[in-house]
């Protein structure tokens, strides 16, 4: 009989790549994760690993075997969500994770919600970048999670995970009002080619959708600040430091000197879980609150 939480391992190796990014993510040590997948395979009858210099990949047999493993997963989560509904309901810890403008813009009122109607619940709230929301579900470090996307930048569909949309908003250029109007015979974003640009940090969703859509403009930006929270990035425009794509919740604090011009560019929010934990009661409850705090303008419909 072939072990869950060994099947567990297999599936992290395969998406994470080295033992070590497993163990770290698990709290295993490299031995032990080693050890664990060394018993799945005698367990299994077949090779389900081979070395590669250094590291380890799985065969083919591996592979098929995490299909399957996605498969148990998910009735495994199906089981818990339904047991958990005939016994307590919505009570318990539900873990959330949301990127700073979700954090700021929309997890108040959720937690409002939830406290009004689903008083035996704990909602705990981590603030994470989408990159690592998909780690996170699946190993347990989340129940709940916010991902997105942009038009240049789409995101990849993760293994072990179910998602939903939950809003869509239009992407401004913030630029200083002291500089010139934008021509209206020019698209806005090639008006400022030559400007400095300040973006998201590297390896973010949002610095890639910035270099994209400059890209796509006919230019590389010259970037001069790198600035996660749109809240900032805002004060550093209205300084005059440079320009800058901002979402629809990241606006809500502008300076009075910055200029917002709408642009043909939109990011999606989805909201993600494990598959299979649809039916959990802490995370129905949780995404029909999300629900009742978008704001209507940026709930698309179809």
């Given at each position: ?58 065969t083919p ?93 789409p995101s ?57 859509a400059c ?88």
């Amino acid at each position: 009989m072939l072990d869950v939480r060994r099947l567990r391992l297999l599936r992290e190796l395969c998406y994470r790549g080295t033992i070590a990014a497993v163990a770290q993510a698990l709290s295993f040590t490299p031995s032990a994760v080693s050890q664990q997948l060394n018993i799945l395979e005698r367990e299994a009858g077949v090779p389900l690993l081979e070395r590669t210099g250094r590291g380890v990949t799985l065969t083919p047999a591996g592979h098929r075997l995490v299909v399957h493993a996605e498969v148990v997963l998910e009735r495994l989560e199906l089981a818990a969500s339904e047991l958990v509904d005939l016994r307590t309901g919505p009570t318990g810890p539900v873990r959330i994770g949301a990127f700073p403008t979700a954090v700021r813009s929309l997890l108040p009122p959720v937690l409002t919600a939830l406290a009004e109607h689903h008083p035996g619940l704990e909602p705990l709230i981590s603030e994470i970048d989408p990159a690592g929301v998909a780690h996170a579900l699946r190993v347990g470090e989340l129940d709940v999670a916010l991902l997105h996307e942009y038009d240049f930048v789409p995101s990849p569909t993760e293994p072990g995970l179910s998602s939903e949309p939950l809003l869509t908003e239009p992407m401004y250029l913030a630029s200083p009002v002291t500089r010139d109007e934008v021509r209206s015979a020019q698209p806005v974003i090639t008006h400022w080619r030559d400007a400095s640009w300040i973006t998201a940090t590297s390896e973010t969703l949002c610095h890639a959708m910035t270099i994209r859509a400059c890209q796509a403009a006919g230019f590389t930006p010259r970037i001069r600040h790198q600035v996660d929270e749109f809240a900032t990035v805002l004060l550093l425009v209205a300084a005059g430091q440079g320009v800058a794509m901002v979402p629809h919740l990241g606006i809500a604090d502008a300076p009075p000197n910055v200029a917002l011009t709408r642009l043909p560019i939109e990011r999606r929010t989805v909201v993600a879980h494990r598959r299979g934990a649809a039916g959990h009661p802490a995370v129905e409850a949780t995404v029909a609150a999300l629900r009742t705090a978008v704001p209507p303008e940026l709930v698309k419909e179809g």
